[in-house]
Each structure stands twice: as structure tokens, then as C-alpha cells.
């Protein structure tokens, strides 16, 4: 069965940090993503990577701030987030591409597996 389980989520004052942990069960992706979704918005792509690590995407947002990276021996996504912001409060979600060898994408309808979210808060 295949599972995406995130952690790594909390309470975090403004200007701090958290790194969030994203483990795949059953089998290995290609492309994977982070995304979040606070109350009342939609869910948007944060970060995205390619299987080698070499490609990565992310919102202007939080481009010099959210480092999205992955270690496939451990079958593992990470997004590391430094310099929060309240606006980053959100749930975060872990997301994967089924096809082999597909690309990054920031749209969700090409994701096919989705893990269960994890909520971060930041305090101003």
C-alpha cells in the first residue's frame, strides 16, 4: 500500500525554524512537492524536486527562506524552513508524481498520492 506520512510540524515563533519530514511507503517517485493550505484558502504549491535532487521549484514567496530536498536511500522528501513567517501558518502536505521520470510540477491535479498534512503555526 502506498502512504506518504508527514512530521516535523509545530509552533514556531516568527523567525524561527522547522523542518518538515516526508516518508513514502510501498514505492519510490519520481517528482515530489510540498504544499500547504490555510483556513478558508486553497491548497499552493510550495516546493517541488526531481528523483536526482538537481531540479528544484519553488514559490516566490519562499525562495530564499525553504530549502526542499530528499534522500531516496531513505525514501524521504525534507523541507527545511527557516525565517517563518506568520503567513506561512498552514497545513503542509507531502505530495508525488506516479509516473517514472516525470518532472516538477505546481499543479495539483498532477499529483497522484498525497500524505495526510501537517499543521505548522507561526507566531508574531
Known amino acids: 500500500q502506498v502512504q506518504l506520512v508527514e512530521s516535523g510540524g509545530g509552533l514556531v515563533q516568527a523567525g524561527g525554524s522547522l523542518r518538515l519530514s516526508c516518508v513514502a511507503f510501498g514505492r519510490t517517485f519520481s517528482a515530489m512537492g510540498w504544499f500547504r493550505q490555510a483556513p478558508g484558502k486553497e491548497r499552493e504549491f510550495v516546493a517541488g524536486i526531481n528523483w536526482s535532487g538537481m531540479s528544484r521549484y519553488y514559490l516566490d514567496s519562499v525562495k530564499d527562506r525553504f530549502t526542499i530536498s530528499r534522500d531516496n536511500a531513505k525514501n524521504t522528501l525534507y523541507l527545511q524552513m527557516n525565517s517563518l513567517k506568520s503567513e506561512d501558518t498552514s497545513v503542509y502536505f507531502c505530495?508525488?508524481?506516479?509516473?517514472?521520470?516525470?518532472?516538477?510540477?505546481?499543479?495539483?491535479?498532477?499529483?497522484?498520492?498525497w500524505g495526510q498534512g501537517t499543521q505548522v503555526t507561526v507566531s508574531s
Open positions: 505530495a508525488a508524481r506516479r509516473s517514472v521520470g516525470v518532472g516538477i510540477s505546481t499543479t495539483l491535479s498532477d499529483y497522484d498520492y
